[in-house]
């Protein structure tokens, strides 16, 4: 049973198209929702933790939002250096431990 | 300055050998974790120690057993190596504000198992 679920699994962009990933959870008791970043050949870099419906975290061209339901990550003008694997991982009071989601890998081409 | 450093980086070993996989952690943090991540880039959690103590132990083959001699290494011993061992092992460590921990990745050990 997938419990979280990422789309697409893959996003072809152009410099400067922005556009936006999502992660959708079913969990009750949402402790936390993350969002890292992998470079391919490396370990996942942590982005943004958000924590309740309605909350929104931004860093350099991305943007993470949250509703009861699912998450998203805009990315806003894309440069090729932001071309990575983002995933998306939730932490439950039920499970304790991170479910993380299979990732969009994001390929910005100039 | 790495935070947690994983050794080795790359291991390829035959089927039925014992490998170990070493991590440290200079954050100060108290939870330590091993994951895998498969072929399809998925990961998966396969054990969790806070201050030494085995906390998360996931369904994962007795042949797999983590061990913390201190609350900044955690260390994984495989036994009797299969082909579907093939993977890449992050360790990770976490720190807790308030009721949410944050988890901070290894950069990995690429096992390939011939």
């Known amino acids: 049973e997938d419990q979280v679920t990422q789309s697409p699994e893959a996003l072809r962009l152009q410099e400067g198209e922005s556009s936006s990933l999502n992660c959708s959870y079913t969990?009750?008791?949402?402790?936390?929702l993350f969002w890292y970043r992998q470079d391919p050949g490396k370990g996942p870099e942590f982005l943004f933790t958000?924590?309740?419906a309605g909350e929104e975290k931004e860093k350099e061209r991305l943007k993470a939002t949250l509703t009861k339901k699912e998450s998203f990550l805009h990315i806003t003008a894309p440069k090729p250096e932001d071309s990575a694997t983002y995933l998306c991982?939730?932490?439950?009071?039920?499970?304790?431990?991170?479910?993380f989601g299979a990732g969009t890998q994001v390929v910005v081409t100039p | 300055d790495t935070a947690v450093s994983q050794t080795p980086k790359y291991l390829v070993t035959q089927m039925g050998n014992d490998k170990s996989i070493k991590c440290e952690q200079n954050?100060?943090?108290?939870?330590m974790y091993w994951y895998k991540q498969d072929s399809k880039k998925f990961l998966k959690i396969m054990f969790s120690?806070?201050?030494?103590?085995?906390?998360i132990n996931e369904t994962v083959p007795n042949r797999f057993s983590p061990k913390s001699p201190d609350k900044a290494h955690l260390n994984l011993h495989i036994n009797s190596l299969e082909l579907g061992d093939s993977a890449v092992y992050f360790c990770?460590?976490?720190?807790?504000?308030?009721?949410?921990?944050?988890?901070?990745f290894g950069p990995g050990t690429r096992l390939l198992v011939l």
């Open positions: 954050l100060g943090h108290d939870t």
């Open positions: 120690y806070n201050n030494k103590e085995l906390i």
């Open positions: 969990v009750s008791g949402l402790r936390g």
């Open positions: 990770a460590s976490s720190q807790v504000k308030g009721s949410v921990e944050t988890q901070y």
């Open positions: 991982a939730v932490q439950a009071d039920s499970w304790g431990k991170f479910q």
């Open positions: 958000l924590y309740s």
